[in-house]
T-cell receptor, first 114, second 112 residues
Framework: AQTVTQSQPEMSVQEAETVTLSCTYDTSESDYYLFWYKQPPSRQMILVIRQEAYKQQNATENRFSVNFQKAAKSFSLKISDSQLGDAAMYFC???????????FGAGTILRVKS | NAGVTQTPKFRILKIGQSMTLQCTQDMNHNYMYWYRQDPGMGLKLIYYSVGAGITDKGEVPNGYNVSRSTTEDFPLRLELAAPSQTSVYFCATLLWLNTEAFFGQGTRLTVV
């Protein structure tokens, strides 16, 4: 079974600084999809960024970018120019191209200091 | 376009009571999921469905049941509520493999 591990329960970053959230996963599949979701205090789940495993190029979305290391099964999220609105719980998620389950990590709470 | 609608938003149950958490989507998505999120924790998959008439267990299915008679609806049933089922429950849908999942607003359930 696939598993997703987020080893940082909590992270802090100063406003305007850069922070990286870690995610590793375990799978025997070669084709899959990875996601980062943000959950603010409102509880709403918001997609931040996604990465297809077959793409070598790292995905970017404005201030958010990933470092996808397929061989190492690592998928970290980098947030540049952190803003107060970035404070939330961040979840890493995995989905196999041949399976039906969407598996989440335990989450990382990000605090942004002004 | 409402997306994914969960009802109720909050509920307090007594031990041993039963209830159904409703999830309805109007996006014509085949895949639907039920997760629970305990305080400060991640999302654990309870049950999922890949289409009407098809359901399967996730990692924490004990104490729950589901059905999927239509594409739109995926209710989650608790038959004998226990304090361990106190959690926030999320319903999610997605269209295809690489697309994002859309989530409902969650149901906060407390069993006392």
């Amino acid at each position: 079974a696939q598993t997703v591990t987020q080893s940082q329960p909590e992270m802090s970053v100063q406003e305007a600084e850069t922070v990286t959230l870690s995610c590793t996963y375990d799978t025997s599949e070669s084709d899959y999809y990875l996601f980062w979701y943000k959950q603010p205090p409102s509880r709403q789940m918001i997609l931040v960024i996604r990465q297809e495993a077959y793409k070598q190029q790292n995905a970017t979305e404005n201030r958010f970018s990933v470092n996808f290391q397929k061989a190492a099964k690592s998928f970290s999220l980098k947030i540049s120019d952190s803003q107060l609105g970035d404070a939330a719980m961040y979840f890493c998620a995995y989905r196999s191209a041949s399976g039906n389950k969407l598996v989440f990590g335990a989450g990382t709470i990000l605090r942004v200091k002004s | 376009n409402a997306g994914v609608t969960q009802t109720p938003k909050f509920r307090i149950l007594k031990i041993g009571q039963s209830m159904t958490l409703q999830c309805t989507q109007d996006m014509n998505h085949n895949y639907m999921y039920w997760y629970r999120q305990d305080p400060g924790m991640g999302l654990k998959l309870i049950y999922y469905s890949v289409g009407a008439g098809i359901t399967d267990k996730g990692e924490v299915p004990n104490g729950y049941n589901v059905s999927r008679s239509t594409t739109e609806d995926f209710p989650l049933r608790l038959e004998l509520a226990a304090p361990s089922q106190t959690s926030v429950y999320f319903c999610a849908t997605l269209l295809w493999l690489n697309t994002e999942a859309f989530f409902g607003q969650g149901t906060r359930l407390t069993v006392v």
